[in-house]
């Protein structure tokens, strides 16, 4: 399943406050996911069991993202052996993306 924002955006905007959806509860929750197209037991799965699976994988990218490339700019693009960093201009985007050094 494949979530697109212009889809779905006034599923989710109609879901949030002041509608009279508690969306603090899990049922609601379930409910606008299969709004948006989801299963409902995968959407239940994931908000009752995914939360430390989905936290420890964003722990091990930011870690990766640290400690093994490193990235110290956003935004960071990496293709093969070649690094752009920074904002680029379009010039250097262009060359970025010919795989010629910037």
């Known amino acids: ?8 955006r ?3 905007i ?8 508690s969306i603090g509860k899990l049922p609601v929750l379930i409910e606008i996911g299969q709004e948006l197209g989801f299963d409902a037991f995968a959407c239940k799965s994931v908000l009752e069991n995914g ?3 989905y ?4 722990q091990q990218a930011l870690r990766h993202a640290r ?5 110290n700019a956003v935004p ?12 680029p ?4 985007l262009r060359l970025f993306l010919d795989h010629r050094e910037v």
Do not use: C, F, K, V
């Open 14 to 21: 109609e879901s949030l406050p002041p509608s009279s959806r």
């Open 55 to 58: 936290w420890n994988r964003h």
């Open 51 to 53: 939360y430390d699976y």
């Open 76 to 87: 960071t693009l990496i293709m093969h052996t070649h690094r752009l960093q920074g904002l």
């Open 1 to 8: 399943m494949h979530w697109t924002w212009d889809a779905d």
């Open 67 to 71: 400690e093994e490339i490193p990235i």
């Open 10 to 12: 006034s599923t989710l």
């Open 89 to 92: 201009s379009l010039e250097q």
